[in-house]
Every structure is written in structure tokens, then in C-alpha cells.
């Protein structure tokens, strides 16, 4: 197992955490149902604005903040880190007044979760804009995937998804890849997840408009 996993695994649930929040009209404020961490002690500790409206916490920012509650100063000090200072790093989050489940997660937990292929996106649909000499506009939308660092848009002349290339890649929907010298779109796209280890299930051929 590499010893990021464990890491990994806790940012996932701090991110499940953040995922109860809900806004109770009566006290006039945002509210969490925790299961793994005191995610609101966490954030008025960091002095993070998560009673604002906009404010967003996505894996990123939960894998920085375990960094942070492991006594590292970021998330890179942990992929670069010998065998001792992950002890000691794994040590400290345990022991951290902050985490909720004080035993640790089974090893053979750890691994399950992080052999599950994501999810594959939905409604893939690919917007064909014509604009005249400069070429051809592919915008692609489709519904966001959890715990997805980026997503990788596919194509082919074919409809088989073994003859997919890679087309253009982004953080999140929509997408755009921009066709020119006179070159027409393919005729299907697909996209996958990727969690910044393994890509996920693929997606339903693209709806278009032309």
C-alpha cells in the first residue's frame, strides 16, 4: 500500500463531512452532521469563512487541511515523506482533538476504498460552435464526479470505445477543445474521472447538437 492511502482516505471522509452541510434558516447559519471529524472546530480553527454562502471546500483543500492536522505544512510533504515522518504524521492525526473516530481505519479498509473505479460522469453532452475562419468550438458538459482531481474527454470516428483517444482534459464542466484549419469534430466523445491515481467507468456516448 503506498503510504499516502492512509492520508487519502482520511481527506475523503473529512470531504464527507463537509458534504452534511446544510443551512439551518432558524439560527441563520450553516450546520454539519459530522461522522469522522469536528469539521466545524476545524474550519474556526484554520479561521476558514464556511458560514459564507460561496464558500467551497473540494478534495484539494480537505487533503491540505489533513496535512495541516498531521503537523505538515502541505499535502507535497506527505508524498515526499520517509518512513518515520509518515509514522509520525499518522501518529499526530490520530491524536488530533479533531478527528471524531479516535481508532484507527483496518489496512484492508484503506485499500478497498481506494480500488473503487469512480463513478462514470453523466450527461455528457458536446455543443458544436461553428466560428466561421477560426475554426470549430467543441464545448462539453457533463455532471461532476466526487473526489474527481480531473476529467479526460475521448474520441473517435467509431462508435467503439477500444479506438478512444485522448482529446482535452480539465478540472471541471464544461470543457472546451477548439478544431481548426477546416477540421470537422469526431463523430463520438466519451469522458472519465480520474482521481489522481486511477481514471474511472466511461461515460455514455456524448449527446450533440449537430
Known amino acids: 500500500m503506498n503510504p499516502t492511502d492512509y492520508f487519502k482516505?482520511?481527506?475523503?471522509?473529512?470531504?464527507k463531512d463537509f458534504q452534511t452541510r446544510v443551512f439551518d434558516e432558524e439560527k441563520n447559519l450553516y450546520q454539519y452532521n459530522p461522522k469522522y471529524f469536528d469539521i466545524?472546530?476545524?474550519?474556526?480553527?484554520?479561521?476558514?469563512?464556511?458560514q459564507s454562502k460561496d464558500f467551497k471546500f473540494t478534495l484539494m483543500n480537505a487533503q491540505h487541511t489533513i496535512s495541516?492536522?498531521?503537523g505538515l505544512s502541505q499535502w507535497e510533504d506527505l508524498l515526499k515523506a520517509n518512513e518515520q515522518e509518515y509514522a509520525d504524521a499518522q501518529k499526530t492525526l490520530n491524536s488530533s482533538k479533531y478527528k471524531l473516530v479516535?481508532?484507527?481505519?483496518?489496512?484492508?479498509?484503506?485499500?478497498?476504498?481506494?480500488q473503487k473505479l469512480?463513478?462514470?460522469?453523466q450527461n455528457l453532452y458536446a455543443c458544436i460552435i461553428p466560428k466561421g475562419v477560426f475554426g470549430i468550438d467543441v464545448e462539453f458538459?457533463?455532471?461532476?464526479?466526487?473526489?474527481?482531481?480531473?476529467?479526460?474527454?475521448y474520441y473517435s470516428d467509431t462508435n467503439d470505445i477500444a479506438t478512444a483517444k485522448p482529446l482535452a482534459e480539465?478540472?471541471?464542466?464544461?470543457?472546451?477543445?477548439?478544431?481548426?484549419d477546416n477540421r470537422q469534430p469526431a463523430k463520438y466523445y466519451w469522458v472519465r474521472a480520474f482521481d489522481g491515481k486511477n481514471y474511472g467507468e466511461w461515460s455514455e456516448i456524448a449527446k450533440r447538437n449537430r
Open 102 to 114: 479516535s481508532s484507527e481505519t483496518p489496512i484492508s479498509e484503506i485499500i478497498q476504498e481506494n
Open 170 to 180: 480539465g478540472t471541471y464542466s464544461p470543457i472546451k477543445y477548439t478544431y481548426r
Open 118 to 121: 469512480l463513478p462514470a460522469p
Open 68 to 70: 495541516k492536522l498531521a
Open 141 to 153: 458538459t457533463f455532471d461532476s464526479v466526487e473526489y474527481t482531481t480531473k476529467y479526460m474527454i
Open 9 to 15: 482516505f482520511q481527506a475523503k471522509h473529512l470531504l
Open 40 to 50: 466545524e472546530g476545524i474550519f474556526n480553527y484554520f479561521k476558514l469563512p464556511h
